[in-house]
């Protein structure tokens, strides 16, 4: 289930959340106050079960859509089980405070993971399944939760793909809040 919970960047997640909701259109609308997008999309009844070159082409028209609309230059197929190689290290690295030169877009295809925003004083807590997409802006002090056992399937879009790369913060926020509690996969 998609989910939106914010928190003052002064507490944790056991503290009493600002905001809490499982509705799309709330969690779209809260969430562009932040200058962050997130929208719901429709998904082929095949698009969880196929390889990644036929999913690119089943999305084809979503893709060419957001290239349009956003001025992305390349889209790719992510899947990560918790047979993915190095993948308790990679899930270390995304766990880590950092910021990107470039928007994160993601549209979860299958399963899913929690984007955590720290933006301001809050820190906005986005349990993304499937369909859901997110763009964090570029310079948004973030990080990913693909939980202990990941399960998942994005499509990312880039501008550059050779500019994205993680420029950690040091600050040791996110290890106050919940990690690994992720939401479970559709």
């Not at 036929?54 to 230059?73: H, N, P, R, V, W």
């Not at 906005?124 to 859901?132: F, H, K, L, M, S």
Request: with cysteine; glycine share 8%; net charge negative.
């Amino acid at each position: 289930m998609s989910r939106l919970i914010v928190y003052p960047a002064s507490a944790d997640c056991a503290a009493t959340p600002t905001l809490d909701t499982a509705d799309g259109a709330r969690m779209a609308s809260a969430l562009a106050g932040y200058g962050v997008r997130f929208e719901q999309h429709p998904l082929p009844a095949s698009a969880d079960t196929i390889d990644p070159p036929e999913l690119l082409q089943e999305m084809a028209a979503t893709i060419d859509s957001l290239k349009a609309e956003f001025g992305y230059q390349s889209c790719d197929v992510v899947k990560v089980t918790s047979a993915t190689p190095n993948i308790t290290k990679a899930r270390a690295g995304f766990l880590a405070e950092h910021i990107h030169a470039e928007d994160e877009c993601r549209l979860m295809i299958a399963g899913g993971g929690t984007f955590y925003l720290h933006l301001a004083d809050e820190v906005v807590q986005v349990d993304v399944t499937a369909g859901d997409l997110i763009s964090v802006p570029a310079g948004a002090m973030h990080w990913f939760d693909m939980g202990a056992t990941p399960t998942f399937t994005a499509l990312r879009l880039f501008t550059n793909p050779d500019g994205w790369v993680a420029n950690f913060t040091g600050d040791a926020i996110a290890l106050r809040f919940n990690l690994g509690d992720v939401v479970a996969a559709e």
